[in-house]
Every structure is written in C-alpha cells, then in structure tokens.
C-alpha cells in the first residue's frame, strides 16, 4: 500500500476534522464545473506568452472567481447588467410598437430596403437616446 494512502486511512480521524466544509461539498460535478473554468479562463484570460504566465495567470484568476464575496459580488454585478439589457431592449420593442400605431397599427412595408431603413431608423433613435443618457449620467466626465 502506498504511503499516501496509509496516512489517509490511519490519520483520517484527524484528518477530517479538519476540512472547511464538509466532504459531500467535494463532489465530481464540482469538479466537472471547475474544469470547464480552467479551460475558459486558460483560454480567454491568461497571457499566452510562455506556459509560466499562462498557469500563474489561471491561478490567480481561479483564486478570484473562488473567493466568496467577490464572485458574489461579480454574479450581482452581471444580473444587473443582463436586467439592464432586458429593459433597454423593452424600450425598444416599446418605440417599435409605437412607431407601427402611428401607421395605422400595420406596417405596410412594400420592399426590403424601405424595411431596413425603418429598423435603422428606430435603432438610430434608442442609440442616441442611450447617449444623452450616459451623457448625463454621473460616470461621465467631459475631460
């Protein structure tokens, strides 16, 4: 028997006490869903220089996404974008909806190209409102 596991099966009365969370927390999809971190963050988040930046950049990555409170406060962060999107996109179909009211509740739209205008026309309109509104907005600095 190996003395790795010797140490395991003899000391693990002590062993156990010992661990932060309990063993059930240790399971193989756990595991399974790190792996598909390492293999996103060794893709788009690490310098491809040399093999040494590369894994002490996984590593430092992989320390911050297990950190509790900064992955909560990340996953808060990323809800809020998403709702954000959500309600932009809602303004949108809101503007799109008016916009085919005032032509009588149908759009009667002959071509593509007159299609195409109409589209980019009310997508012009949503851009240069979400401007004046940055524009306005306090992370905005003229400098």
């Not at 869903?33 to 788009?44: G, H, M, S, T, W």
């Not at 509740?105 to 309109?125: G, P, Q, R, S, W």
Request: with cysteine.
């Amino acid at each position: 028997m190996p003395v790795s596991m010797h140490k395991l099966l003899v000391h693990s009365s002590q062993i156990i006490p010992n661990f932060d969370l309990p063993i059930g927390f240790f399971s193989g999809e756990a595991l399974e869903a790190r792996n598909k971190d390492n293999k996103y963050i060794r893709l788009f988040h690490t310098r491809k220089i040399n093999r040494v930046t590369t894994i002490t950049d996984q590593f430092n990555r992989l320390l911050v996404t297990s950190e509790f409170n900064i992955s909560t406060v990340c996953r808060s962060f990323h809800q809020d974008i998403a709702e954000s999107e959500d309600e932009e996109e809602d303004e949108i179909e809101e503007e799109i909806e008016k916009s085919v009211d005032i032509n009588n509740n149908e759009m009667e739209i002959d071509d593509d190209e007159t299609d195409k205008h109409h589209v980019f026309e009310i997508l012009l309109k949503a851009e240069t409102i979400i401007i004046s509104d940055i524009a306005n907005s306090d992370f905005y600095d003229d400098n």
